[in-house]
């Protein structure tokens, strides 16, 4: 069992940033590729990064390229997204989530544990 536990989410105005964390623990953190997904209202369940669990590969939704960062730090037993340049739409629940398989994928179904959430709210 892996736990996670998610935090750094609020209310940001557009253009402002947050630095969303996931503290783990249980079972060996860099065992785990990590991911980030989002629910916005009404929504599905979307990707956004994702990283391997040495840190050496990252994939991105086509829609946070070059504004989000996804990183990590397996002495902490973390993962962190950085969130700069953020818009109304990035407005949603934001999850982390791990994943014990390779290559990185950006299917929810594929990975095995997640957190409970954080709320990310961007006003215009």
């Known amino acids: 069992q892996v736990q996670l536990v998610e935090s750094g989410g609020g209310l940001v105005q557009a253009g402002g940033s947050l630095r969303l964390s996931c503290a783990a623990s249980?079972?060996?953190?860099?065992?785990?590729?990590m991911g980030w997904f989002r629910q916005a209202p009404g929504k599905e369940r979307e990707f956004v990064a994702a990283?391997?669990?040495?840190?050496?590969?990252?994939y991105y939704v086509g829609t946070v390229k070059g504004r989000f960062t996804i990183s990590r730090d397996n002495a902490k037993n973390a993962v962190y997204l950085q969130m700069n340049s953020l818009k109304p739409e990035d407005t949603a629940v934001y999850y982390c989530?791990?994943?014990?398989?390779?290559?990185?994928?950006?299917?929810?179904?594929?990975?095995?544990?997640w957190g409970q959430g954080t709320q990310v709210t961007v006003s215009s």
């Open positions: 989530a791990a994943d014990r398989r390779v290559p990185l994928t950006v299917v929810a179904n594929d990975y095995d544990y």
């Open positions: 249980g079972r060996t953190f860099s065992n785990y590729a």
């Open positions: 990283i391997s669990q040495n840190g050496g590969n990252t």
